[in-house]
């Protein structure tokens, strides 16, 4: 069965820098695009930004460009959310999801982690 493992969540504050892991089991993992997305308390899940299966694409949204960086390691079946100066507005729950496409929707995602809390206090 796939398995999506989110870690590297924590408490920080602004302007540090925290980097999440997705470890990936189950699955054909080089076969798929991976995502990361966030969901804040009272908030719509949304999408942070994916990386497609050779990890030579990545895409980002606005809010995060330039502080966050997807990145992959095919060998480790493991995703990559390093993110840098943070903001007490990233304050989230941080998803990871394996799509067989390079997708930035919700339910382009066939499987998905169990989410880690990023909190940052200003």
């Known amino acids: 069965q796939v398995q999506l493992v989110e870690s590297g969540g924590g408490l920080v504050q602004a302007g540090d820098s925290l980097r999440l892991s997705c470890a990936a089991s189950?699955?054909?993992?080089?076969?798929?695009?991976m995502g990361w997305f966030r969901q804040a308390p009272g908030k719509e899940r949304e999408f942070v930004g994916n990386i497609n299966w050779s990890g030579d694409t990545t895409v980002t949204v606005d809010s995060v460009k330039g502080r966050f960086t997807i990145s992959r390691d095919n060998a480790k079946n493991t995703v990559y959310l390093q993110m840098n100066t943070l903001r007490p507005e990233d304050t989230a729950v941080y998803y990871c999801?394996?799509?067989?496409?390079?997708?930035?929707?919700?339910?382009?995602?066939?499987?998905w982690g169990q989410g880690t809390q990023v909190t940052v206090s200003s």
């Open positions: 999801a394996a799509s067989p496409f390079l997708l930035r929707t919700v339910a382009g995602y066939h499987y």
């Open positions: 189950g699955l054909t993992f080089r076969s798929y695009a």
